[in-house]
């Protein structure tokens, strides 16, 4: 009976030790192993679930035959990097795989947007906390960059660009509406307006009833010349 009670008390201890074990496990960050960061030095100081991840697959012996899967997740650790702002460290992994004579369209990607962030940072450190403009040394790459971006950028969706036809053909036939029905208008309008007058003009000639025309003066010559007295002398 004794030894009931004690594990009785006992079970309560147990299971609470497990929890906190369980919750310590869970609370404590992912980590590499040092083999890992030793052939992987880039990795050293990620916190990054997802980044840690990749680096395991990497340092997995099981992988390390497998080329095309290693290239991949080196790829992914860079495109990573780049994502969560990293931009320095994006840069590195691409000059890695460079080193390697790997060419990838990924990585291109990764290059410019790495370098675009890299750009925007220092321009916004000039512009807000140095508060000054860009020197003419500086300013003659940026203009020659975003020319070569306006002319490199890319065509526009084909859905995007039927709806836009769309839309540009639906105004053209409510111009063309408009305009039709405006004209139709006017015409009528002005039919009116010559009717209108008309009827005025018509009534103004026409004498009014019960009243007779104005009478017209008449002037009769004299009867007889000034000049009959000087002829009769």
Do not use: W
């Not at 083999?35 to 880039?42: G, T, V």
């Not at 691409?94 to 947007?113: A, G, H, W």
């Not at 890319?154 to 305009?179: I, V």
């Not at 009867?223 to 002829?231: A, Q």
Request: with cysteine.
């Amino acid at each position: 009976m004794h030894i009931l009670k004690k594990g009785i008390v006992l079970i309560p201890v147990i299971a609470a030790a497990l929890i906190a074990q369980a919750n310590f496990a869970m609370e404590k960050p992912l980590e590499l192993k040092k083999s890992c960061i030793k052939d992987n030095p880039l990795a050293d100081g990620d916190s990054d679930p997802e980044l840690i991840g990749l680096y395991s697959q990497i340092c997995d012996k099981k992988n390390k035959k497998n080329n095309e899967l290693m290239t991949d997740l080196y790829i992914q650790a860079a495109q990573k990097y780049q994502a969560l702002g990293y931009s320095l460290k994006a840069l590195q992994a691409v000059n890695q795989l460079r080193k390697q004579n790997i060419s990838r369209q990924e990585l291109t990607d990764v290059e410019f947007l790495a370098g675009i962030a890299i750009s925007q940072n220092a321009l916004n450190y000039m512009r807000t906390v140095e508060l000054r403009a860009l020197t003419d040394t500086a300013y003659a790459p940026a203009k020659k960059l975003a020319e070569t971006v306006r002319f490199a950028q890319p065509a526009p969706d084909s859905s995007e660009l039927r709806a836009l036809e769309k839309a540009n053909k639906l105004k053209a036939s409510k111009t063309y509406a408009y305009a039709k029905n405006s004209g139709a208008a006017q015409k009528i309008r002005s039919a009116a307006a010559v009717k209108t007058s008309s009827v005025k003009a018509a009534k103004a000639s026409k004498p009014a009833a019960g009243k007779a025309p104005p009478a017209v003066k008449t002037f009769n010559a004299p009867s007889s010349s000034p000049f009959d007295s000087l002829n009769k002398k």
